[in-house]
């Protein structure tokens, strides 16, 4: 049993080290509150068996604390340190983490430029997504094709991809839980990338990027710093092409947002 435990603990020291420079990652503060402990006690292996004897009460509470907070799934994974997007695509690809894994037929992992300036990121994929396995195909693909050219960027020359890599079904939101499992690949993603500046694509990407439950309309117009690691990203938000299809008059608002969105960039680059 004590070997599980320091098992546990070295794992979760290895995972920590992945998550703990990510100031986005409100997600993880239980991973954070284990660290903490972990750093409190340092001889932690050493005083478990101690501790066994003096304070079970208090063992039992910190074992179960760090047997509940560290999902061994995501802890050994080699992912973590790739360095090139498609060796992470193929490290990831077969991933069953959550439910989705099961009725997907092709993981969505992203698509276009690894040396992107800019990522765009939306919610999931959707049937068509889902159906050829590439982020932002169908009617709603080509409108946002459409709306990057207007703005004097080529489909090739951006990054294009979601928080969510398998579709969910009905297209219903992402659960919490999937999105805890899946968005660490996206962080790993835009660590890889390095891009200047993101353009989040609707309520559901724009929420989870930026932990708020805020409308869109009050995000719209705004420049938010995404911290990626110790890298600092121009973070903006627009409507969903997919929206824009249900409601045109949206086309105005997103019209303005990318207008915006292209003055950064040129300001970002030239500087
Ligand atoms: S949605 Fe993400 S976490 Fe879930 S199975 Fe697909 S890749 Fe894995």
Redesign the pocket.
């Known amino acids: 049993m004590e070997n599980n435990l320091n098992k546990i603990i070295e794992n979760a020291i290895h995972y920590l080290k992945f998550v703990n420079d990510k100031p986005n990652c409100d997600i993880y503060t239980d991973y954070l509150k284990v660290k903490e402990e972990v750093v409190e006690d340092k001889a932690i292996d050493a005083v478990y068996p101690q501790k066994i004897k003096e304070e079970e009460n208090i063992l039992v509470k910190e074992k179960q604390t760090v047997q509940r907070n560290v999902n061994l799934s995501l802890l050994t994974e080699s992912w973590m340190e790739i360095e090139k997007l498609d060796e992470l695509d193929k490290a990831?690809c077969k991933?069953?983490?959550?439910?989705?894994?099961?009725s997907?037929l092709n993981?969505v992992f992203g698509v276009g430029n690894p040396d992107a300036d800019v990522v765009l990121v939306g919610e999931?994929p959707g049937a068509e997504e889902d159906k050829q396995g590439i982020p932002f195909v169908g009617r709603a693909g080509k409108l946002l094709t459409d709306i990057l050219k207007a703005i004097n960027f080529s489909r090739d020359e951006v990054y294009i991809c979601n928080i969510?890599?398998?579709r969910p079904p009905e297209n219903r939101n992402?659960l919490p839980d999937?999105i805890g499992?899946?968005e660490p690949?996206l962080l790993r993603q835009l660590e890889i990338i390095k891009p200047k500046l993101i353009l989040s694509l609707g309520t559901f990407a724009a929420q989870t990027l930026l932990r708020t439950r805020e409308p869109l309309g009050k995000m719209r117009g705004k420049i938010y710093d995404y911290m990626v690691g110790d890298q600092k990203i121009k973070l903006m938000v627009t409507y969903h092409p997919a929206a824009l299809l249900r409601n045109p008059n949206w086309k105005k608002p997103t019209w303005e947002d990318v207008q915006m969105f292209r003055k950064e960039y040129d300001k970002e680059v030239n500087n």
Request: charged share 35%; with cysteine.
């Open positions: 990831i991933c069953k983490k959550c439910n989705l894994g099961k997907r993981f999931a969510i890599k398998c992402p999937e499992k899946c690949y």
